[in-house]
């Protein structure tokens, strides 16, 4: 997918379709609107929560905490290798079985009065059940829908989900994150971070190359060339409620540094060496409904996650995903450096991020604006807003029905 860089034009007409209304400055910072956010998406949407490279065994498990539902949940695979989802409560009383992150387990037992879930959530003993006015059937662990698409664990809390994941993903991104290193990834490396920011902010801030020239002028240099200087992508891509970009080719030789010249074609020949990728030169990012992206590039397999805490808080998990053992030392410390970059880089985003935030919770501003190579932007506001306005319209006519 090399592309002729001189006669290179930034693809603004894919984005015409979008429209140029400025956008409601609410949409970011309104508690008011981000409850219909959150009930409309999140309570409802198939989100990404992890990688099956966590659950290679039976018994294992992992446990993530979803602060916008107040929810925790175990996600486990069962002794039939099955991957299964449940709420972190206990039936009798509501105690949470489960304080570590991560682990293997035989059985959920619960700290309080020791009732005892298989791993498939059956209730399967209860000290003195005799004397309680239920049976075991009804207090089974209360399930989450879980499904994997491309390695990528998804959960969804909606006991009933609209739509199956493949649906919601749709035959592109299935396809795509099938593809890509990451569906084989063995291990990966990961920070997580909390942020005063709105989750749609937060996560515009790394579908757009605007301002990669202003906020990293040395760490982002080699994103942007004379032809391009703000390094806006090759093209777009868009597929229902998710995205793509094809990113411009990030090997400017007169910025990046020896060590990247050095690490970078070594993680992309490992990757063709263990046939990872069909186009070694791919360069695209996927963008998964609603705060979730991920390269297919062979060198950096790079995926951000941003869930709602609030209206103005978030959390972000950055893993970067990695195929097969860390055989040399040269191995380890290409995987260490992209880590490393990754940090650089986003320590540079946070604070303009957080100042964003700052400026627009005053209410000051009406209104924001995307520029046509901030397309994707304005597609996951058009998007959101478009289940947001659905759902309201749902919730009248129930009204009305009463
Ligand atoms: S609350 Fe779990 S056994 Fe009592
Ligand atoms: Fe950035």
């Known amino acids: 997918m090399n592309i002729d860089v001189a006669s290179y034009q930034p693809p603004a007409d894919q984005t015409a379709w979008l429209g140029t209304d400025p956008i409601p400055a609410k949409a970011y910072y309104d508690p008011d609107y981000y409850e219909l956010e959150r009930q409309a998406i999140f309570m409802r949407t198939w989100l990404t929560i992890g990688h099956v490279c966590e659950l290679l065994e039976p018994g294992s498990f992992i446990r993530r905490d979803l602060e916008f539902a107040k929810a925790s949940i175990l996600i486990v695979r069962g002794k039939d290798g099955v991957i299964r989802g449940f709420h972190n409560a206990c039936t009798h009383r509501g105690t949470q079985l489960e304080g570590r992150g991560e682990g293997k387990a035989n059985a959920f037992i619960c700290p309080y009065h020791r009732w005892n879930f298989g791993l498939d959530g059956a209730l399967r003993s209860a000290p003195d059940f005799e004397r309680f006015y239920t049976t075991k059937e009804n207090c089974a662990l209360k399930p989450v829908s879980v499904d994997v698409c491309g390695g990528m664990i998804f959960v969804n809390l909606d006991p009933e989900p609209a739509q199956s994941l493949h649906e919601f993903l749709g035959e592109y991104i299935v396809e795509r994150l099938e593809t890509i290193p990451a569906a084989k990834a063995t291990d990966f490396c990961e920070y997580t971070y909390e942020i005063d920011a709105n989750w749609k902010l937060t996560y515009d801030n790394f579908q757009e190359s605007y301002h990669l020239k202003f906020i990293h ?186």
Not at 374 to 395: D, F, M, T
Request: hydrophobic share 35%.
């Open 217 to 402: 002028p040395r760490t982002g240099a080699a994103s942007y060339t004379p032809e391009n200087p703000f390094g806006y992508p090759e093209n777009y891509g868009f597929h229902g409620v998710h995205r793509s970009q094809q990113f411009w080719p990030n090997y400017n030789p007169d910025v990046t540094t020896p060590v990247q010249q050095t690490v970078f074609p070594m993680l992309a020949g490992y990757a063709t060496e263990k046939g990872l990728m069909p186009d070694p030169t791919n360069r695209e990012y996927y963008a998964v409904f609603p705060g979730f992206f991920i390269f297919g590039s062979p060198t950096q397999h790079f995926s951000h996650v941003v869930y709602p805490i609030s209206a103005t808080r978030s959390r972000g998990v950055i893993r970067l995903y990695w195929v097969g053992d860390w055989e040399t030392a040269s191995d380890r410390f290409a995987r260490e450096y992209c880590l490393a970059i990754a940090r650089e880089v986003h320590v540079e985003d946070v604070n303009v991020i957080k100042a964003g935030q700052r400026g627009l919770n005053s209410g000051a501003l009406e209104h924001i604006h995307f520029q046509a190579l901030e397309g994707l932007c304005r597609h996951l506001y058009l998007v959101s807003n478009g289940i947001v306005e659905a759902y309201k319209a749902e919730q009248e006519a129930a009204g009305e029905a009463q």
